[in-house]
């Protein structure tokens, strides 16, 4: 019982930054563990991020490692994530998920309820 809404992707140069946003209805935000994924042009969507509820336990894609990083502010019910070092291959729409009371944070899209629409993210060459 939450919807997803994504901001904050647009176009930018390899090598420069960029913070999604995704901002949740509701009054639960805090029992949800919260995913970003992603999914390219031909590719399959893939995990990139995600946090458990309280963002004690964090996971990351190897690829994205000491680039991106992952945080939610219940308060806001807004998960982030911040993007640096980008790379012509990070393109992609990239998705806000969440589980409702998961254990953990969850890496694999079919664990999740809800998604958001996406936002497009394009890094230059």
């Known amino acids: 019982q939450v919807q997803l809404v994504e901001s904050g992707g647009g176009l930018v140069q390899a090598g420069g930054s960029l913070r999604l946003s995704c901002a949740a209805s509701g009054r639960t935000f805090s029992r949800y563990a919260m995913g970003w994924f992603r999914q390219a042009p031909g590719k399959e969507r893939e995990f990139v991020a995600a946090?458990?509820?309280?963002?004690?336990?964090?996971y990351y894609a190897d690829s994205v490692k000491g680039r991106f990083t992952i945080s939610r502010d219940n308060a806001k019910n807004t998960v982030y994530l911040q993007m640096n070092s980008l790379k012509p291959e990070d393109t992609a729409v990239y998705y806000c998920?969440?589980?409702?009371?998961?254990?953990?944070?969850?890496?694999?899209?079919?664990?999740?309820?809800?998604w958001g629409q996406g936002t497009q993210v394009t890094v230059s060459s």
């Open positions: 998920a969440a589980k409702q009371t998961a254990w953990g944070a969850p890496r694999t899209s079919s664990e999740y309820d809800y």
């Open positions: 946090i458990s509820l309280s963002g004690g336990s964090l």
